[in-house]
T-cell receptor
Framework: EAGVTQFPSHSVIEKGQTVTLRCDPI?????LYWYRRVMGKEIKFLLH????????ESGMPNNRFLAERTGGTYSTLKVQPAELEDSGVYFC???????????FGPGTRLTVT | QKEVEQDPGPLSVPEGAIVSLNCTYS??????FMWYRQYSRKGPELLMY??SSGNKEDGRFTAQVDKSSKYISLFIRDSQPSDSATYLC?????WGGGNKLTFGTGTQLKVEL
């Protein structure tokens, strides 16, 4: 069974540019989560999808971040325009039902210069 | 105040040592307590979980929760070089907290030959 995959693994962009991160959850997992780790800080929750619906987006830092989940399958997280403080590792996780056991992808390392 | 506090380390021990990793948390409503392990350039992976107070053992690993003092521990016996990783404590609420994991900053462990 394939795990959670994320693309790209690393992205370097300039301040003001746009970046789109993609996550493919484990097949059959209706629940998809985005988390972010800024250097030196803990991994923090961004949002939670159930199928294509946003269940909880309380962790989204501001309106420069837009998450979508097309047809309840893969998800994208777009940052527009990117700021320096957006640098960090963005993790995607999925689970069949909402629970503490979430399967994480390897993360996308975003560097904004 | 952070909801989950964890000493970031790094912690270096010789092979075969007993390792003790610890976290404290602030929200007495937390009910599930997890330890995730993260190898370099990988996503976190659930190692163990405990519901409410008590101990849970799995091979060389023992997770312990003391809700009266809001203290979470992970003990690793007969540590191996393959245990070298970052260990993240996390909490999860069943009701009212959304379906999100709340992480500590992680403790980097190195087990040396």
């Amino acid at each position: 069974e394939a795990g959670v995959t994320q693309f790209p693994s690393h992205s370097v962009i300039e301040k003001g540019q746009t970046v789109t991160l993609r996550c493919d959850p484990i097949s059959g997992h209706d629940n998809l989560y985005w988390y972010r780790r800024v250097m030196g800080k803990e991994i923090k929750f961004l949002l939670h999808f159930v199928k294509e619906s946003k269940q909880d987006e309380s962790g989204m830092p501001n309106n420069r971040f837009l998450a979508e989940r097309t047809g309840g399958t893969y998800s994208t997280l777009k940052v527009q325009p990117a700021e320096l403080e957006d640098s960090g590792v963005y993790f995607c996780a999925s689970s069949q039902v909402p629970r503490y056991e979430q399967y994480f992808g390897p993360g996308t390392r975003l560097t904004v210069t | 105040q952070k909801e989950v506090e964890q000493d970031p380390g790094p912690l270096s021990v010789p092979e075969g040592a007993i390792v003790s990793l610890n976290c404290t948390y602030s929200n007495s409503a937390f009910q599930y307590f997890m330890w995730y392990r993260q190898y370099s350039r990988k996503g976190p992976e659930l190692l163990m979980y405990t519901y409410s107070s008590g101990n849970k053992e799995d091979g060389r690993f023992t997770a312990q929760v003391d809700k009266s003092s809001k203290y979470i521990s992970l003990f690793i016996r007969d540590s191996q070089p393959s245990d070298s990783a970052t260990y993240l404590c996390a909490t999860w609420l069943v009701w009212g907290g959304g379906n999100k994991l709340t992480f500590g900053t992680g403790t980097q462990l190195k087990v040396e030959l």
